[in-house]
């Protein structure tokens, strides 16, 4: 089989997780096409064959290799217990830039304050495994159950705690919950099954990915600014304003004038223009990336 035939299997998580993940692959150079019901959705790479399978069981196909590589938690990858290559972790979740937290929650007035406090207590999680890992390794003795969900509603009536996942916190607190502790905290990482990247173009495929993928990464909440620029007063440009420390200079046709391009973050460009207009810059652009490589 020639190389111009292969295809490299990727799993894309499905739920929450989705649309970030498919943002951030259309910025890193992949258009991932997605109808409402299909699980295997089309791309601008013909050399990929995508799956949409969910972020919990990703971990598991990878391990088992029906998968080449994938994007899914850290948690469920710990989870899963399996070995796994970690191409890349890739720091973006389904609301925030945040991690997901798993942790230990208890209603408000509880009588738990510490995990010890759940020797021969009930624990309600959809991390299993995460959870049991977590008691284990603090020689706790206590009942974990599965749960399908909306684990908040079942303490204190049906179990004496949960552990559950969290971002902001805020749904927590809301529930009039409390944090006892943290388990865990996961970004979303691109994996690979280690038997699959011992195959060179495979995993030259991945590496490319993966590099691409962090440099969508790098550039979220960056913009590229450019400007024309007295020449005498570059050095005053540069002194006051310590974000364009290390900007690209280069000279107009006009001596006493230089072109000033730099990257800095988009968050600060609404204080920054008005001093480069008072500095006597002229011609100022700003406008978007979608990749910054180191």
Not at 34 to 53: H, Q
Not at 103 to 116: A, M, N, T
Not at 186 to 196: C, D, K, L, V
Request: glycine share 6%.
């Amino acid at each position: 089989m020639s190389d111009t035939t292969r295809t490299l299997k990727v799993a894309i998580p499905k739920g929450s997780l989705q649309e970030p993940t498919i943002e951030l692959l259309a910025k890193a150079g992949y258009e991932v096409y997605v109808s409402s019901r299909g699980l295997r959705p089309g791309s601008n790479d013909p050399e990929l064959d995508l799956y949409m399978i969910r972020a919990q069981e990703i971990g598991r196909y990878l391990g088992q290799g029906f998968i080449d590589c994938g994007i899914t938690g850290y948690d469920w990858a710990y989870e899963n217990e399996v070995e796994l290559l970690d191409l890349a972790e890739l720091p973006y979740s389904r609301a925030s830039s945040l991690p997901t937290r798993w942790v230990l929650v208890v209603p408000e007035d509880s009588p738990i304050r510490k995990p010890e406090d759940l020797e021969g207590k009930r624990i309600a999680t959809e991390g299993v495994g995460i959870t049991k890992r977590y008691l284990r390794e603090r020689g706790i003795n206590a009942e974990v159950e599965f749960s399908w969900g909306a684990t908040e509603v079942k303490v204190p009536d049906l179990v004496d705690a949960i552990v559950d996942v969290t971002e902001t916190g805020s749904s927590i607190k809301a529930n009039r919950l409390r944090i006892v502790d943290t388990l865990l905290t996961s970004f979303p990482h691109f994996y690979a099954n280690p038997t699959a990247a011992t195959d060179p173009w495979k995993r030259e495929k991945m590496d490319r990915i993966a590099l691409l993928l962090k440099a969508a990464l790098g550039a979220r909440g960056k913009v590229g600014l450019k400007m024309n620029l007295p020449a005498d007063r570059l050095k005053e440009l540069l002194e006051k304003l310590p974000s364009l420390r290390r900007p690209t200079i280069s000279q107009l046709s006009e001596p006493d004038w230089v072109a000033v391009e730099t990257v800095i973050d988009e968050i600060i460009v609404r204080d920054i223009i008005p001093e480069l207009k008072r500095l006597g810059a002229e011609g100022i652009i700003e406008y978007p990336l979608n990749k910054i490589v180191p």
